[in-house]
């Protein structure tokens, strides 16, 4: 059912979606390649640091390393540092604590949410337990900080750590709005550039860190990051409402179900007719959801423009961040970064 | 029912309990008088660093963080750094560092044990919920990292992150021994050491760290706090079932009811007549427990010495903490550390 009504959203642009997202999965396949050594050597750091005299720790957290992430946040990492000639080892080991970080957050984000499913398999606080996935997250976030220490950058270290907090107060935030209809796209913008875009600006301002590069460039490579990070969860807030379960790996309606005030919900209830307030209301407040619920409010966000609206919005902070890249030195590495960014927005996965 | 067993165990050395703890809040009081400026800093950085643009983490963490405990952890490095004359302004960032780190086990651990008193009050887990006090012990974490990275100190940032990996592990495996009357008293102190006594070492470890000793006097003061912190938990646990429920502010059988292998259950498991192994495996294993089971588990503990045998293993470590401190320098520092320790074993509270 949530099919059908998915493909009659794409209707008119299915062919084009699919052709979208062949560019940008080539373009990512494009950064794993020209950082395929350095990559090898992050995942090989990352399960070394999952290793423990207690079994289930490498045992879950290996189940989330190896669930087929596509690595973007370490790349970005590793193409920061190469793009201004980084020529030492603590790309990698920053690279890898960056995913930790990433995936801490993903295991306790699977607990607060209750998500089943993710990148197309059950999900660690299904499979072990909700008690696991908090304090093998707890220990994963650990890791990542032994980790970076490791790389004796101390500035590296605050933007990292700062990166931190400030993931944990976005998904507070994003907490404390959901099912709340009043919120509003600023409040929304929040939650998304601490709790998505925090990493992403860290993920490449401590690869500009370690090079050691001029002011304007750390401060250009890290709005590159920050910018395209919001871009990111823009386009991934849209495909909830307008993706194709298979290709996501996730359940699609996850953010209706959960009442997540994400921007398409919010344009659509601020441009609602009075007497559609009462379905916003009763769904997304109060999280009593019918049959055919989901396939109303992808109809309603497709009348209004929501989906649509959020897209454009994606692509003005993607053009933010290409904006920053090409104040940037060009070359291999900045290209791919640039293609990665311009290719997201007609992303499908 | 509780509090009439619980009178009957302690009847023949009730006045003396009381006057042990009656020694060790003094104990507690002295090296709060000690240490009080510094500590006084430490709670104003504490409180400054839960400042946010989100309203609930102030509240959430400040309920927590005002809930009336000792400070014992802070109260740690500022002694021990003191102790080594240390004259800077790190140790109370550091202090504060560290009590932000129990913190954000603490409102972990509530929610794994599902918790509802701690310290004589509602849980947080209880009051706001449990993904709030995830996310709220996320944000508290990642803040101690950016505190002790203002420290400035590579070695601190190992030691304390490090600390941080192993408390995590050592709630796994806590978790993971949970209702498994197989359980050994080796594994046991592998939880306690993990769990509890690697942040107590890392507490002092610190304060040396920073007054830049000898290498010997490192060691020392890191032992000091790692078998200090074995003998605190073992008290815990054997007060678990033979505390006051008013004097210790939680509630008493907790471990019980969870299940957790602690010191008297593994002595008691190991005592048991064949018959008896039946009412373990109900209780503990299988968690079907009824009126009067935990008054029984008290009775066949006090018969078996289970309860005694904990307390005396706590004052081994306690003595090996002693040796430890009786090699660093002698001062007012080191004295009221050395009366905490030798109250410690009598306290109950």
Redesign the interface.
Known sequence: MAATINETIADKSTSGAVAGNADFLAAVTALQTLTKKDLEAVNHEILGRME??????PELAGHLINAGGKRLRPMLTLAAAKLFGYEGVDHVRLAAAVELIHG??LL?DD??DQSALRRGASTANIIWG???S??????I???A??LM?EA?N?RV??AL??A??V???G???Q??TQKNLSATFETYINVVEAKTAALFAAATEVGGLIAERAGHEEVAIRDFGLNFGIAYQLIDDALDYAGYQSTLGKTVGDDFREGKMTAPVVFAVARARPDELSFWRRTVSDGNIRDGDFENACTLMQRDDAIDDTLSCARDYAAKAMDALNTLPENKYSQALGALVETSTARAS
């Open positions: 423990s005299t207690v079994p289930m720790i801490a957050t306790h607990v607060v909700n008690k696991e908090v304090l093998v997250g707890d220990f976030f650990a890791r900080f032994e220490v004796k101390l270290l605050k750590s700062h931190s907090g993931i944990a107060e998904e507070v935030l907490l404390t």
